[in-house]
């Protein structure tokens, strides 16, 4: 394939499986750091998901299609790339558009910006196209787009003045930089003693618990019975456990953030470590690109927890910056320390580690939550089969999205003595009703620590 100059608005066929997209720009003490990105848009034109914006905060599409390669800076050029694999787009993408965006200026002041199209597998250039601006701040500089069965490329050079959401908002991505609304929630810690044992009677209100809110109190009282109730119904009455948290803090995620559903998940897992958990506590980790301890969530201090560990929304999908967050409280995690990519084994990792470096006279639940975008399947199917001979059973809840990976597929992966992963998914955790869940986060989890015990697991 020849390689050809285009003009704005010109376009020509791609016939190669794959394209790499550069752009290119001079370096300069004054020019505005200069940012690729792509959306994967449907025939409406539109993206499906937040997960279909694949840019510096979220580098890879959950196919493994579309991937944002980073920067490289070569003879005083810097460049950015995007790489797509047109054969492994799903079927319902239809365009992928191809954006820029610059910050800290505008792209008037960034001098020899070129959009170059090549062949990944030769490195061969197959288009170049050279673009001008003025006070935009976010570009679309071209598109790989379907006709008739075949890919096809064209030179945009369209610019926005609102930035790279604004960009994005135009395809449907949600923008939103509002925290939680914590504001009903208390601002100070609940003191309180911990839960007394719990007995097959079912469950009861400790000291703790009687000084939490009231509206929290009741719920919590009521969950719990719905927890004894999801144990009574699958034969395990009095099964006591030690119960860890680990939410998913990936790019996805930040809308259930900042629409309160991660804290309603938590605040709901906490009866189950209230019923289950003979301390009332509960282990919690959260991960992206990498994972992080959180402080134990004790009942006395729930509210206050919430309000202090759930806000990965806090934290703007576009936002960016290398320096370490000013302002954090006693025991916050900077979250942009913990990234914006799945990898899920990593947090596995840690909380594997945390059981054999504090082991416990009960079995170990792990409730574990993500809303997919699952990639490092190998990596995370090792350390769950290494996982088989310990005493921890990992349920994983999917919140919505798609591409779970191998978590779906390890009911029916052999070589393991017992099934130590449960999981299932759920379009809108917020519509299930309290019973329906604590049965599907709960109906394994008896069946294994019947087979572990027998195995010599426990």
Do not use: C
Not at 250 to 279: C, P, T
């Amino acid at each position: 394939m020849t390689a050809r100059a285009l003009s704005k608005g010109a376009n020509l066929p791609v016939d190669v499986p794959a394209v790499r997209v550069e752009l290119a720009w001079s370096e300069g003490p004054d020019v505005p750091d200069v940012d690729a990105s792509a959306l994967l848009l449907t025939a409406a034109g539109r993206v499906r998901d937040d997960g279909d914006f694949v840019f510096y905060n979220q580098p890879r599409h959950a196919s493994n299609a579309v991937t944002h390669l980073g920067k490289q800076s070569a003879g005083g050029v810097l460049t950015d790339a995007i790489e797509v694999d047109l054969s492994s787009l799903e079927p319902a993408v239809e365009r992928v558009v191809l954006g820029a965006s610059a910050d800290g200026g505008t792209f008037g002041q960034v001098p020899g910006l070129t959009l170059r199209l090549l062949d990944p597998a030769t490195r061969t250039e197959i288009a170049r196209f050279h673009m001008e601006a003025g006070t935009e701040t976010a570009f679309i500089g071209g598109e790989l787009y379907l006709r008739a069965g075949r890919w096809k490329f064209r030179a945009v050079g369209q610019g926005y003045a609102s930035g790279l959401a604004g960009l994005a908002t135009d395809f449907g991505i949600t923008v939103d930089d509002a925290p939680p609304d914590t504001s009903a929630l208390p601002t100070a810690p609940v003191l309180a003693s911990p839960l007394p044992a719990k007995t097959p009677a079912g469950p009861h209100l400790g000291n703790g618990e009687e000084q939490l809110p009231v509206d929290m109190r009741k719920r919590l009282s009521l969950r719990k019975e719905q927890v004894a109730v999801s144990l009574r119904k699958h034969g395990a009455v009095g099964v006591t456990a030690r119960v860890i948290l680990v939410l998913d803090a990936s790019g996805s995620m930040s809308f259930l953030y900042s629409k309160g559903v991660v804290a309603d998940v938590v605040e709901r897992m906490a009866a189950v470590a209230a019923q289950l958990d003979d301390d009332g506590e509960m282990q919690a980790w959260t991960f992206a690109s990498n994972a992080a301890r959180l402080p134990d969530l004790r009942l006395r201090d729930l509210p206050e927890w919430l309000r202090l560990h759930v806000r990965v929304g806090e934290l703007s999908l576009f936002r960016r910056s290398k320096k370490p967050r000013k302002g954090l409280e006693a025991g916050q995690v900077d979250m942009r320390t913990v990234g914006i990519q799945n990898e899920e084994q990593k947090a596995i990792a840690e909380v594997r580690a945390y059981v054999r470096e504090e082991p416990a006279p009960v079995p170990t639940l792990v409730l574990f939550f993500s809303d997919g975008g699952v990639y490092r399947n190998s990596a995370i199917e090792r350390e769950l089969r290494e996982a088989v001979e310990e005493p921890i059973f990992w349920q994983f809840v999917g919140l919505g999205r798609s591409n779970y990976g191998v978590l779906e597929r390890f009911d029916t992966l052999p070589g393991r003595r017992v099934d130590n992963v449960g999981f299932f998914a759920v379009d809108d955790i917020s519509s299930v009703p309290d019973q329906d869940l604590y049965d599907r986060l709960l109906s394994e989890f008896p069946t294994w620590v019947a087979a572990a015990g027998r195995a010599g697991i426990l």
